[in-house]
């Protein structure tokens, strides 16, 4: 398996659009987590999406979208979904709206659902390269399903090989959480689907109270209990460190060594923490002990995953 080639910055734009439009996978940076591109019209692209990532088929894809008008092409946004684009995109939040007959993403990447995830990224880079390819790139996190999102072009490199045709590096992921996800469907009040790199907090103050997620809706692998999971095994709310232990610390009071934040600031600890894990994981850990973190701000995205990566792993569906 040969690493793909990683193109930094805009001279990965013309390569990108080259492969995107022979029907194969491209790593493009966001400024969440790196994602893996395909064209969302071509049910035959996504399906390598699928096949890469070795993601169950049940599970919908996002569609990344250039702007405000191309989102409204691909999903019907009401009111809310107004609303909430015109505060955060471009930006870290996936609108699940229902999905438009004319749309171009097939329904592959919907997974036969009868709506639609959509996003506009904020990443420069990204957004040059959906102006120019003029229709949605249907993108999950760009890593093997279950594993830790990537949040550099080198964690990309690592985890693919020629099934991916090349990586546009954009730097680190300012983020490094997900996007939030919420749903905006007629006849029910707005759902926070998956907590993410925008606060409860910021989405309420726009759009009202969030219900939470229904627990019929689907049953996706970031909504599995296992999930963002680095090798070694969690332990949460740690105090103390064992033996056989790494400690991953937040917050002032953490002994020396790996800290989320020392400030203890949620954004921080967001940004840091796929890297963390992954840097705990490279040092051959085979149990990580992590401190608490407040469910204040981004902490509750940080928990959700924190508790999803320490599930036993033979655990499925929430
Ligand atoms: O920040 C992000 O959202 C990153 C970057 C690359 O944009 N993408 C990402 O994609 O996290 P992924 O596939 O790893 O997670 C997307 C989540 C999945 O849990 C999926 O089930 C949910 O979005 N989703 C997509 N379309 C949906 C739909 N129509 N209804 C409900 N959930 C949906
Ligand atoms: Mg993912």
Known sequence: MSAPPVFEGTDGINPALAALAAGRLVAIPTETVYGLAADAASAEAVAHIYAAKGRPSFNPLISHVADLAMAATEGCLDERAFALADAFWPGPLTLVVPANEGGKSCELARAGLGTIGLRVPGHPLTRQL???????????????????????????????????????????????????????????????????????????????????????DINAPGQLISHYAPAATLRLNATTCRRDEVLLGFGPAAPPGLNLSPTGDTVEAAANLYRMLRELDGKGAEAIAVMAIPDEGLGEAINDRLRRAAAPRDQTLT
């Not at 399903?145 to 490199?157: K, M």
């Not at 090989?161 to 300012?174: M, N, Q, R, S, T």
């Open 130 to 216: 959906l102006d120019a390819f003029g229709g949605p790139l249907a993108a999950p996190s760009a890593n093997p399903s279950g594993r830790l999102s990537p949040t550099t072009a080198a964690d990309v490199e690592r985890a693919f090989g020629d099934e991916v045709a090349l990586v546009i590096d954009g730097g680190p992921c300012d983020a490094g959480i997900e996007s939030a996800i919420v749903s905006v469907l007629p006849d029910d009040s707005p759902r926070l689907l998956r907590p993410g790199a925008i606060s409860r907090s910021a989405l309420e103050n726009v759009v009202g109270p969030l219900a939470d997620r229904l627990s019929s």
